[in-house]
């Protein structure tokens, strides 16, 4: 059974650092063809993929936030870490970790989420 | 970046009809798109992979089609459970998601 959970500050300022945790069971990121990724959801609003980490290391990130954002892993220990800098109000969203594999490609499990809210 | 633009953004339904929603994508991503359902303060739920493969445990009146940038995700005959909001995704060129269509009960 795959699951997956996300932890980390609840209230960050502005300015400050991110740093969200995906603790996951069920697969080891170390299976060929496996994924983690990070996708946001502000309040009443659409989905935004984030960035992705695969088995081999490779790692992928929206565009838009690719200079704020960093996603490592550590397979011993069966957790995906993302960092985002300079965060904003406008970065106040609940945030899932997700699984995939290149057999669907899609998201099929993921985390209950975490709201952040960036607040002074 | 590849954008999916959903239609329409809310769909006013009653139990038992049919539902009928769409989502366009901004250049061809073949078969590359997944379909989620998301209910009020829930983690989306994947229903639907490859544009029309039903995931295991998904009622069938579920039902994907479309290939290229013109996609379709049908509900058959709508249940009680069934009213929520639905995403698309597609995983041709990263991940891009569109902006939902809200299921409601008309």
């Known amino acids: 059974q795959i699951t997956l959970k996300e932890s980390g500050p609840t209230l960050v300022k502005p300015t400050q650092t991110l740093t969200l945790t995906c603790t996951f069971s069920?697969?080891?990121?170390?299976?060929?063809?496996?994924?983690v990724g990070w996708i946001r959801q502000p309040p009443g609003e659409a989905l935004q993929w984030l960035t992705d980490?695969?088995?081999?290391?490779?790692?992928k990130y929206s565009p838009s936030l690719r200079s704020r954002l960093t996603i490592t892993k550590d397979t011993s220990k069966n957790q995906v870490v993302l960092t985002m800098t300079s965060m904003d109000p406008v970065d106040t969203a609940t945030y899932y970790c997700?699984?995939?594999?290149?057999?669907?490609?899609?998201?099929?499990?993921w985390g209950q989420g975490i709201l952040v809210t960036v607040s002074s | 970046e590849i954008v999916l633009t959903q239609s329409p953004g809310t769909l006013s339904l009653s139990p038992g009809e049919r539902a009928t929603l769409s989502c366009r994508a901004s250049?061809?991503?073949?078969?590359?798109l997944a379909w989620y359902q998301q209910k009020l303060d829930q983690a989306p739920r994947l229903l639907i992979f490859g544009a029309s493969k039903r995931v295991t445990g998904i009622p069938d009146r579920f039902s994907g089609s479309g290939s290229g940038t013109d996609f379709t995700l049908t509900i058959s005959r709508l249940e009680p459970e069934d009213f929520a909001v639905y995403h698309c995704q597609q995983y041709a060129d990263s991940a891009t998601f569109g902006r939902g269509t809200k299921v409601e009960i008309k």
């Open positions: 997700a699984y995939s594999n290149i057999l669907t490609g899609s998201f099929d499990y």
């Open positions: 980490i695969y088995w081999n290391d490779n790692k």
């Open positions: 069920g697969f080891s990121l170390n299976t060929g063809g496996v994924t």
């Open positions: 250049q061809s991503i073949r078969s590359n």
